[in-house]
């Protein structure tokens, strides 16, 4: 029988190829596809993500462990579409206009999805207007970030845009990067901020009283 925690184990350490032998195996033993994101590579990426804000693991380690994650997600991301298995919520993340810094976006991207939810990324330099199509499809959340205070007014650009369409009260806005703070957040009304992107998970979480 397929042990789950093996799976969780070879996500912390980086393995992207054992984690997708693991998952393929599991699948093989009929083990639930959910069960097998679940208590397999979430649960990995939890541990990932605690060891990130406890500042055991730096970038280098949580980019390798999110690789390894995304080779089981390869597997079995047919398997969760079939039954039915849906994402615990939509966001779009996306650094705003004039900015083109990623690895901070790249990295909350990829710890979310290793959380379950199901990702957009929108890229560099996004206009106000492509949040706002984002919106319009269903996205629960936006994730807005920025490295540079240059380009900060951005963000409160992008709630602005939202609110005169009338969208505002139909998503949640976290924002985050380096210059950033939650009185920052307060000061646009945006509903949150996060410090990294374990917290950003967190944040996601607590928004939608997941």
Same mark, same amino acid.
């Given at each position: 029988?397929?042990?789950?925690?093996?799976?969780?184990?070879?996500?912390?350490s980086g393995k992207a190829e054992?984690?997708?032998?693991?998952v393929q195996q599991a699948l +093989?033993?009929?083990?639930?596809?959910?069960?097998?994101?679940?208590?397999?590579?979430?649960? @990995?990426?939890?541990?990932?993500? %605690?060891?990130?804000?406890?500042?055991?693991?730096?970038?280098?380690?949580?980019?390798?462990?999110?690789?390894?994650?995304?080779?089981?997600?390869?597997?079995?991301?047919?398997?969760?579409?079939?039954?039915?298995?849906?994402?615990?919520?939509?966001?779009?993340?996306?650094?705003?206009?004039?900015?083109?810094?990623?690895?901070?976006?790249?990295?909350?991207?990829?710890?979310? %999805?290793?959380?379950?939810?199901?990702?957009? /990324?929108?890229?560099? +330099?996004?206009?106000?207007?492509?949040?706002?199509?984002?919106?319009? %499809?269903?996205? %629960?959340?936006?994730?807005?970030?920025?490295?540079?205070?240059? $380009?900060?007014?951005?963000?409160?650009?992008?709630?602005?845009?939202?609110?005169?369409?009338?969208?505002? /009260?139909?998503?949640?806005?976290?924002? @985050?990067?380096?210059?950033? $703070?939650?009185?920052?957040? /307060?000061?646009? @009304?945006? +509903?949150?901020?996060?410090? /990294?992107?374990?917290?950003?998970?967190?944040?996601?979480?607590?928004?939608?009283?997941?």
């Open positions: 029988m397929s042990d789950l925690n093996k799976i969780a184990e070879n996500v912390i054992e984690v997708k032998n693991l +093989d033993e009929n083990i639930l596809p959910k069960k097998i994101l679940d208590e397999g590579l979430i649960a @990995g990426m939890n541990i990932v993500g %605690q060891k990130f804000k406890n500042n055991d693991f730096y970038i280098p380690e949580v980019l390798i462990a999110a690789r390894a994650m995304h080779s089981g997600m390869d597997v079995l991301k047919p398997s969760l579409v079939k039954s039915g298995v849906k994402p615990i919520a939509k966001i779009a993340i996306g650094t705003v206009k004039g900015d083109l810094h990623d690895i901070g976006k790249n990295l909350v991207a990829m710890m979310l %999805q290793g959380a379950g939810f199901e990702i957009n /990324d929108l890229g560099i +330099d996004v206009p106000p207007q492509k949040f706002v199509e984002a919106v319009k %499809q269903g996205i %629960q959340i936006i994730g807005l970030s920025a490295l540079l205070t240059t $380009t900060m007014p951005s963000m409160k650009e992008i709630v602005d845009t939202l609110k005169k369409e009338g969208l505002r /009260d139909k998503v949640k806005i976290i924002i @985050g990067g380096a210059p950033l $703070t939650q009185e920052y957040a /307060d000061e646009i @009304g945006a +509903d949150g901020f996060a410090p /990294d992107a374990a917290s950003a998970v967190d944040k996601a979480k607590e928004l939608l009283k997941l």
